[in-house]
C-alpha cells in the first residue's frame, strides 16, 4: 500500500488541487492530512484569490481516509485542548 501524506495546506486550494493531482499520479492508495487545513490571517496570505478554506475541507474530507487537525484547525474551531 502507499500511503500519501498532505498537511499545512493553509486554505490554499489551489495548491492542495495540485498536490491531490500529483499523490494520484504517483498512485497513492490512501491520503493522510496531518492538519492545518485552516489559515493564517489575511496579512500572511499571499494567495488571496484561492484561499478558501470550505473547498480545501471538502476536498480533504472527500479524499482522505485519515485526518488530524492541526494547531491552526483547533485554534479555528476554538477547541485547543488544555493541558
Given at each position: 500500500?502507499?500511503?500519501?501524506?498532505?498537511?499545512?495546506?493553509?486554505?490554499?486550494f489551489h495548491s492542495l488541487k495540485k498536490a491531490l493531482e500529483q499523490l494520484e499520479k504517483k498512485g497513492c492508495d490512501e491520503l493522510a492530512c496531518l492538519g492545518d487545513i485552516a489559515g493564517y490571517s489575511r496579512p500572511y496570505f499571499d494567495y488571496q484569490d484561492t484561499r478558501s478554506a470550505q473547498q480545501c475541507w471538502e476536498s480533504i474530507k472527500n479524499n482522505c481516509k485519515y485526518i488530524v487537525?492541526?494547531?491552526?484547525?483547533?485554534?479555528?474551531?476554538?477547541?485547543?485542548?488544555?493541558?
Open positions: 500500500m502507499k500511503l500519501g501524506i498532505l498537511s499545512d495546506i493553509h486554505e490554499d487537525p492541526g494547531n491552526h484547525d483547533l485554534f479555528a474551531a476554538k477547541s485547543i485542548p488544555k493541558s
